[in-house]
Structure formats: structure tokens, C-alpha cells
């Protein structure tokens, strides 16, 4: 994804005199071309994230289009309060993109794992937040986000994760694609754990359980139009996120989910909410081992998916007197 | 924009800036007092640095507050905003109306500023150490934009406690933004102790140069010695400039200088007239700001 985020935003800034793109000191050779074609636009700002995203506020009060990059803990909780401030108080059209979002860089240790980063960009006003699943979505989110006068985040994962589409889709603030029909329930992912729910799904199949699969990219908003969709007519939806349960995209639909029902809606649909654990993780490992410590392998979400419609098919008990 | 002496606020007099830094000083006095808003030291201690960067330097024209290549000043110690708001005032861009609303419910000017709040209130701060960040970030537009505009970040001792301050302390000097001045208003105190033994902070002007900067140390009350360093800004060196200037808390108002109590302390009927007097305005102009400020139906 970092190396499609580096093209695209170098097409764009082609496009666009007022795009600027500042580093965190990280991309080694990644923006090479970038800084050979538009060098007066490249800012390698160090590493010192509270600064850097002062200089995007500074360079975006003048009109300019800055994209503020580096490693996801350190773009976002490093320098919240400057986003808060310089970025989301005076609605700045900065773009943040954190690359190694969720588990990506599971073996850099837990300094670099970034499973709370959604829910704090989230609860910020004004803040529009994507999370792409794969390298066309985030061109596609990257391209909506420097179209949009507002702050915005994307959320990014490596490199060489699956590539689902075959091109890059309309991506717009509370978008969503879907890549997958199933009539018996439907995933939510949100990000890149994408593949994962792929796999989940085609576990499901085999266990004759038709599962219908949408990137969820947009966080904030959400496609409510989606949601309305899918909470009307299906048993049992699962949003999956590597991201914790406290605050993510799964916690920003249960918001939706109670509000709307306090609006008179009935759903068909239980939520079923799937992501990392609120610990973090010591011992060494891989991204692949780092999802299964959480739960998150595809045989691992297709089980918690049968139990639930397991649950939505029986009777309604009150599991305290039972 | 051309010349700076067509701007018709500009000042080069030391006695005229002097004059006027005390006749802002006291509707400073007049507005903590009416509005009940603490920090009244804090924007009196930097009022020469502010008032001799205006009125000598800054190339703000009233007429076209959004002139692209204007000269930006940044207030980074928002706590202290009363002081630019004065000016602002004093030139013409804030309001009588305006200005009299301050810190009312649902008034523009808040005891701290909101963003965009007044033409000449570049940044909404309040926040420290954001100031100059911004104001990097400012002064890189005007090389993209090829512009002449200078960058004034008026800053306090205490707000270079934050990290993001030394932060942006190294970048600046790598850009070589020479267009960039940061004025640090050097008043020995912040909010509850010196800031000296709060932190290392001293030798203050020894940071700012080791740093990179062109860094001088100067009285934060002489005006002649403040202009003098700002007609050369850019001085050449191709380094940012930083003016620590040495300030008294309080300054202006005997009882209130260097007693950090008037940090937070608001004053009272009796201590606005006795700083208004010692300010040298006359007395029934402040009487008739106190008839004024009183709520109606309190005659």
C-alpha cells in the first residue's frame, strides 16, 4: 500500500501545484521520484511529529495541500493535540496518512503496533477518516481526501498485501466497496485485515454459510446507507478491524446501531464485533502471528460468525435465568 | 505590498512607541478589569516587543488585511491575546463594538482567540508551543509562493518548556528561513514559579544560537533597541532570527511588576484606576469606560 500511496500521491501532486508532501524522516528511496520531480515540494521535517504537523497547518492556512506521513503511532498519538489544534479546531484541508496501520509492522514490537489510532482520530470534529483494504483504495481514498476541504486521515498498511480491485474505485468520505454477495450474513472489514475476512468468507462457504463482504473504508462517516441496508435484511453482521474494540470502526457502527434504534429502527441484524484485545502484545512475531494472538485468522472469525447466527436462530432467552 | 511607511499606524519615534505601548498597556488593564480575564501580567510584560514589531515593522495594512504577501505575526502566548487585540484595535481592524464585546457570551473575541476570529489573528492559540511550527510552516508558503512576507512568532519563557518549540527550533534553521523572526518575551515567571528553576532555561539566547539562529538578547522594554534588530530582518546570515528580550512581568504597573500573583489575579475597581493613572491616561476617560462596562440598569 505505501508504495501505491507514493505514486498516486506523486500523480496528484502533478495535478496540483498546491500539493505538498511532508515526511517523518521514514520512506527511504520511496519518494525519490516525488523529490526529483517536485523537490521545492518534499519536506523531510525529521523526526518531529508535533512540528511537522504544525508546518502542514501553517503551509494549509496559505492555501497549499500538504499530506503529513509517517509510521501510524507517531502521526497520530505523538502529535494528537497538534492535529486537535492546529489541524481539526481551524478545519485544515491536511491530509494525515500513518503508514503500518493496525498489526502491519507486528514485528517491530508494540511500539509500532497501531490498534488505538482510529478511535482517537475519530472523536475529533471535522476529522474525516479512511481506512483503505487494499494498494486501489488507497489511491481511491488518497484522491478523495485531498478533494475534501476538511482534515482528513488514511490509514495505510505496508506492502505487498492482496490486491482485490482491478481499478482504482470512486472512493468518497463514508464509502464503502463491496467485493463479495452472501445472503447469510455480512463482514464488515475495515482496512487491512481485508484478506482476512476473504479467507473468513470462503471458510464460511464451505461450511454452507453465504457470507456477503464489504471494505468498509470510510470510518468517519460511515455509509450509513449501508448500514441501513444491511441491518434491515441479514441476521448477523460482523465489522472486523485490527483495531481495538474500544473506540474503532466496529464501536463508531454500535454508536450508529443504538442511535437509530432509539429513532424507532428495528433491526434484523445482531452486531457481531471482531478486533485486537484490549492488551498489548510482548512476545515477537509476525503480522499472521500477531492476528492469530487476537483472534483475528479466518477460521477464528468464520467460527465466532456461526456461533452468532447459531444465537440468532434460537428463541430469545435471557441468558442470566437460563 | 511597498513601502512600509505608507502604512498610516507606522511609528519610529522611541518616545511615540513608548507612548503608545503604554496607552495599550492600560486598555489592557481596562479590559481584564471589565471582563473579569485573568493573565493580565503576561500581556503587559510583552507589550513593547509587540508594540515595536508592529508599529515599526510588521507590514499588516489594514485596508487589505488578506493581502496574501502580508507580513504575518503569530501571538503564540494566546493567554495574552488582550495585547494584539489592543493593537488590532489601535489600527483599526478590530472594532469599538467588537472590542467591547470581549469575553461575552457569544462575543467574536474570546479571552483566548477562536480561529479566524479577527483580521490579524493569524492562528488560534492558547495552546503553547503551536505558534511556531505554524509559523514555519507559514514562512515555507512564502518561499513556494515566492512572496516577500516576514513571519513574526511573538512567544513566552514558560512556552519554551514544550518540546514542540525546540521541535521546531532545528527545523527552521535546516530551511534557512531567514524571513522567519521568533520574539520570546523573556519575563522570568510562568504560571506558578520562575521559570528558571522550573526548568533549565537559561542561557536562554545561548539555545536559541546553538540552535542555528541569529539570536540576540536585548531590554524587552527598549523600543529603539528592538526596532534596531528588526530593520535588519532578514539581517543576512541566512538563519532565522530570535529577539530574547528581558521583560518584566507586570511592567507598567508598579504594584503588579514582577508579582507573579497578577498572573491570575484580576483587578478591581481601585487597581484599574491606580494602573490607569500610573499609565499616564487620563481619569475620566477611565470613568467613563467603567459607566460604560456596567451592565445596564446598574446606574
Known amino acids: 500500500m505505501r508504495n501505491a500511496f507514493a505514486d498516486e500521491l506523486l500523480k496528484i501532486a502533478l495535478e496540483d501545484p498546491k500539493v505538498v508532501m511532508l515526511s517523518g524522516d521514514i520512506g527511504n528511496r520511496l519518494f525519490d521520484e516525488f523529490k526529483a520531480k517536485a523537490p521545492d515540494r518534499f519536506f523531510n521535517c525529521g523526526v518531529a511529529e508535533a512540528n511537522l504537523i504544525g508546518v502542514a497547518a501553517g503551509l494549509a492556512m496559505d492555501g497549499f495541500r500538504p499530506v503529513a506521513y509517517t509510521i501510524v503511532p507517531f502521526i497520530t498519538a505523538r502529535c494528537l493535540e497538534q492535529i486537535r489544534v492546529d489541524l481539526c479546531y481551524h478545519n485544515l484541508p491536511v491530509t494525515v496518512v500513518g503508514v503500518g496501520g493496525g498489526l502491519s509492522y507486528a514485528s517491530l514490537g508494540g511500539t509500532h ?94 461450511r454452507g454459510v453465504h457470507a456477503a463482504v464489504h471494505s468498509a473504508y470510510g470510518v468517519k462517516p ?35 446501531l443504538v442511535d437509530r434504534t432509539a429513532e424507532g429502527f428495528a433491526p434484523a441484524a445482531r452486531l457481531l464485533r471482531l478486533g485486537t484485545g484490549d492488551r498489548y502484545l510482548h512476545e515477537a512475531g509476525s503480522q499472521a502471528y500477531a492476528r492469530t494472538q487476537y483472534g483475528l485468522t479466518p477460521t477464528a472469525i468464520a467460527d465466532r460468525v456461526t456461533e452468532a447466527l447459531r444465537l440468532a436462530e434460537k428463541p430469545a432467552t435471557d441468558p442470566v435465568v437460563a | 505590498m511597498s513601502a512600509t511607511a ?20 492600560a486598555k489592557v488593564v481596562a479590559l481584564s478589569h471589565t471582563a473579569g480575564t485573568p493573565h493580565l501580567a503576561s500581556a503587559l510584560s510583552c507589550m513593547d516587543l509587540l508594540t515595536t514589531a508592529y508599529y515599526t515593522a510588521v507590514r499588516f495594512d489594514p485596508a487589505h488585511p488578506d493581502d496574501p504577501a502580508r507580513d504575518r ?4 502566548k494566546g493567554h495574552a491575546i488582550p495585547a494584539l487585540y489592543a493593537v488590532l484595535h489601535d489600527i483599526g481592524v478590530i472594532s469599538d463594538e467588537l472590542l467591547a464585546d470581549y469575553n461575552r457570551d457569544g462575543a467574536v473575541l474570546a479571552e483566548q482567540p477562536a480561529p479566524f476570529c479577527a483580521p490579524g489573528v493569524e492562528v488560534a492559540t492558547g ?15 512564502g518561499r513556494l509562493r515566492g512572496d516577500d512576507r516576514r513571519v513574526f512568532v511573538l512567544m513566552s519563557d514558560g512556552e519554551c518548556n514544550e518540546g514542540s518549540v525546540w521541535e521546531a527550533a532545528m527545523f527552521a534553521p535546516a530551511q534557512k528561513l531567514d524571513r522567519l523572526v521568533v520574539l520570546i518575551d523573556f519575563n522570568k515567571w510562568q504560571a506558578t514559579g520562575r521559570s528558571r528553576e522550573v526548568m533549565a532555561i537559561d542561557p536562554l539566547v545561548d539555545k536559541w544560537r546553538a540552535f ?4 540576540h538578547e536585548v531590554d524587552g522594554h527598549d523600543h529603539a533597541a528592538i526596532a534596531g534588530i528588526l530593520e535588519n530582518f532578514p539581517d543576512g546570515s541566512g538563519r532565522p532570527l530570535a529577539i530574547i528580550g528581558h521583560t518584566v512581568k507586570g511592567k507598567g ?20 484606576l491606580a494602573a490607569w493613572s500610573e499609565l499616564g491616561q487620563p481619569e475620566d476617560e477611565a470613568l467613563a469606560l467603567l459607566d460604560a462596562a456596567m451592565p445596564a440598569g446598574a446606574h
Open chain 1, 113 to 206: 503496533h497501531a490498534c488505538e489510532d482510529l478511535a482517537m482520530l475519530r472523536c475529533l470534529p471535522e476529522m474525516n477518516v479512511y481506512a483503505p483494504a487494499d494498494a486501489m483504495e488507497v489511491r481511491g481514498c488518497l484522491r478523495s481526501a485531498l478533494s475534501h476541504d476538511a482534515p482528513a486521515y488514511v490509514r495505510i498498511g505496508k506492502k505487498r498485501e492482496p490486491v482485490f480491485h482491478e481499478s482504482i474505485p470512486a472512493c468518497k468520505p463514508g464509502g464503502s466497496v463491496q467485493l463479495k454477495e452472501g445472503a447469510d450474513a455480512v463482514l464488515l472489514a475495515c482496512g487491512n485485515i481485508l484478506p482476512v475476512v476473504m479467507d473468513a468468507a470462503d471458510a464460511l462457504a464451505k
Open chain 1, 222 to 256: 460511515l455509509d450509513t446507507a449501508l448500514l441501513q441496508t444491511v441491518f434491515a435484511k441479514t441476521s448477523v453482521v460482523a465489522t472486523i478491524e485490527e483495531h481495538t474494540l474500544v473506540g474503532g470502526f466496529g464501536s463508531a457502527v454500535a454508536e450508529w
Open chain 2, 6 to 25: 505608507d502604512l498610516p499606524y507606522r511609528l519610529t519615534d522611541p518616545d511615540q512607541l513608548r507612548a503608545k505601548a503604554d496607552r495599550l498597556r
Open chain 2, 73 to 76: 505575526l503569530i501571538f503564540s
Open chain 2, 127 to 141: 495552546s503553547l508551543g503551536h505558534g511556531l511550527p505554524i509559523g514555519i510552516g507559514m514562512a515555507l508558503a
Open chain 2, 212 to 215: 542555528g539562529w541569529s539570536a
Open chain 2, 253 to 272: 504597573v508598579s504594584f503588579m511588576e514582577d508579582d507573579n500573583n497578577w498572573h491570575y489575579k484580576v483587578p478591581d475597581r481601585d487597581a484599574f
